[in-house]
């Protein structure tokens, strides 16, 4: 017999850890039924209208009925065998999918099981390039302030060591060099000074930097903010002239959530390494790949020790593999490029709003994404409840409320979402309690 929703609660309170979460003081969770399209039913029957797309995962919404069917035929094979000696049609279909999708330049994928590890296996092959090319002494990582690249050790590393997720275990990290955000921002006019810090600590360190790590045009996790993409084709001429590698990491912005396919095409730049994750599948499963050019890969196969030193046991997970195959089939056969657009569109216009109001720092939107930047932290205990009793899934973090829809959500649903935006941004105007110290 099923469990009630209350026990279910009560066994999740108890025993689950959430996402960032505390045992002794929980935050309210909300059991899911079933997800459809751009809907989530909870177990009461409630329905809420999706505004995360499952941490930018769900780009084509829930219960896609194509990944589906890629799922069960692949089901009715095998759902896993192991990666090592072995290897089958959705793996290698998945390959000749990136190998399109992506500069022609990057020939040599790795299939990790989630974007943290897919941006480890950069930053090795990364290092590894360098060891092979006995320049093992070009061992340091540059990034940029206020960025997000996971929760394993070597990406906590690269998050702002003072506004990040992981200020707590600063003294176990490898410290990264950091420079600063990127002044300039997205639609702004360029300003050549904003390549300055770059410049400088390539000219200082750049014969110890292996590889400079960024997020494309858009910083996620780290505060979802917008960087003219110049900055991006001139990190590319600095890290060719100082023997830098460029790590992308496209995790959250590749698949068409900033208007293009990938972030990197803003600037028409090609990265040496490429990260990508979560829309990869459609947010079905879990599954990266981290994608290098035939230089990096043969140099580092040229050594003695020429392995690259990675192999999760459930790398190239045939289920994952067909959720993505489908994924990308399913996208590039979609307008999607005009359904951003209009999401785009309908974020400015239905957000504007919340630009007049005091307790707002900044409204921004790109691409299918929208941001609304308080003066001070939002209490998530307080606020999420009312989303949900606005009939709509949105789940702020520190200062930030923020929308990133499925593609596939509909204008009325579009509406619910950004007019809730603005109805829960007043009552915490109204009710400074609503806001955390
Ligand atoms: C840019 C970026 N890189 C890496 C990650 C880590 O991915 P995962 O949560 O799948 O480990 C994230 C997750 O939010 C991300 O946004």
Request: aromatic share 8%.
């Amino acid at each position: 017999m099923a469990i009630s929703a209350e026990t279910l609660l009560q066994l999740d309170r108890d025993h689950l850890w959430h996402p960032y979460s505390s045992i002794s003081e929980p935050l309210t969770v909300y059991p899911v039924r079933s997800a459809s399209g751009a809907t989530l039913t909870l177990e009461d029957g409630r329905q809420l209208v999706d505004g995360m797309s499952s941490w930018w995962s769900a780009i084509h919404g829930y219960n896609v009925p194509e990944i589906n069917i890629a799922l069960q035929k692949q089901l009715e094979q095998f759902s896993h065998v192991m990666f090592g000696g072995l290897t089958h049609r959705p793996a290698v279909e998945l390959g000749r999918r990136l190998l399109d999708l992506t500069p022609v330049s990057l020939q040599h994928i790795f299939l990790a099981d989630s974007g943290s590890i897919a941006v480890e296996v950069a930053l090795k092959m990364a290092l590894q390039y360098w060891i092979a090319r006995g320049e093992g002494n070009k061992n340091r990582i540059a990034t940029i302030r206020g960025g997000y690249h996971g929760d394993t050790f070597a990406t906590m590393a690269l998050a702002d060591p003072d506004n990040g997720m992981h200020t707590m275990f600063r003294q176990l990290l490898t410290e990264p060099l950091f420079i600063p955000r990127p002044g300039c921002r997205f639609g702004e006019s360029w300003d050549p000074a904003t390549m300055e810090p770059l410049q400088q600590l390539f000219e200082e360190s750049g014969e110890s930097i292996a590889a400079l790590i960024l997020e494309p045009v858009v910083q996620g996790a780290g505060g979802v903010y917008f960087y003219h993409p110049e900055f991006l084709s001139q990190a590319r001429i600095l890290c060719d002239r100082f023997d830098v590698l460029l790590i992308a990491d496209e995790i959250a912005t590749g698949f068409g959530r900033t208007g293009k396919l990938f972030g990197c095409d803003h600037a028409s730049i090609t990265p040496d390494i490429l990260c990508l994750g979560k829309a990869l599948t459609g947010g079905a499963m879990t599954l990266a790949a981290t994608i290098t050019t035939s230089l990096i890969a043969e140099t580092i196969s040229s050594h003695d020790d020429g392995t690259l030193m990675h192999g999760p046991t459930f790398m190239g997970n045939p289920l994952a593999c067909s959720a993505a195959n489908a994924s990308i089939d399913l996208l590039l056969s979609s307008p999607w490029r005009s359904r951003v657009q209009k999401i785009e569109s309908g974020l400015r216009r239905g957000l504007a709003p919340c630009s007049k109001l005091s307790a707002v720092e900044e409204v921004r939107v790109l691409g299918a994404i929208g941001v609304v930047e308080m003066r001070e932290a939002v209490n998530m205990g307080r606020v999420q409840p009312l989303f949900v009793e606005h009939g709509v899934w949105i789940r702020p973090f520190g200062r930030l409320i923020y929308l990133m829809p499925p593609f596939i959500i509909t204008v009325d649903e579009l509406e619910r979402l950004t007019t809730a935006v603005v109805e829960v941004v007043r009552t915490i105007e109204q009710s400074q309690p609503v806001t955390a110290a």
